[in-house]
């Protein structure tokens, strides 16, 4: 069941108290992942990246996709955001958080004194898996690679990784989001490393509980610190 498919049962369109049982959940992570993920061989500027991604087709994702989503924002940022993977809108434009998770990450954004054009926002895998599950192992496996080079070439001052998915996936761990968020950990692809990782809740999470923006707040205030900005005064997301 979507996220927009459990707001929508949440938004008066059942009686008062009534018990829904919900679908199976299809979403399953990613396991048994390598320790290491290589970037050898890929292009050494992010156009050329770009197109290698627009004609991949190493894993089966490349036949229900209408096309890739690569990233939006700078290519000079230093603040970038990741999440785990296309949705429906993103799949139709070609653009990273477009949705309605997307647009509350703009509003994140827009909150630090930022906007979309000063940061860097791309996804764990590039291509939307059928029903909004989880990526598939393989999936990660043949998609990292290209993320990992967009970090190597961006090379930001921070990264903050939105959710479960990309934070287990980027860090190998099986540590819970709800434990890791707020706290810096190290970040390293190899060729480029950061101390100022940070793992917070992904947006989708905060449209169905409102109550953990007060942590994400606090999350993205660490961050503007880090990166030396003044947050103007205003409220939180």
Known sequence: MSAIQRS?????FLPKGAIVMAKKSKRSKPKNLPATVSTDGLPNDFESLQ???????????????HQTVFSDGSNKA?????GEAPGEQEDETGKPFVGRAGQLLTKMIEAMGLTRNEIYIANIIKCRPPENRYPETEEVIQCQPYLMKQIELLKPTVIVALGTCATQTLLRTEETISDMRGKYVTFDTGKFKTEHFMPTFHPSFLLRSPQGKKQVWKDLQVVAKTMGIKIPHQKSV
């Not at 004609?55 to 994702?61: A, E």
């Not at 230093?78 to 990741?82: D, N, R, S, T």
């Open 8 to 12: 929508k049962l949440n938004d008066g």
């Open 51 to 65: 197109a290698d991604v627009a004609n991949c087709k190493k894993c089966k994702l490349c036949e229900t996709r």
């Open 78 to 82: 230093k603040l970038m955001f990741i």
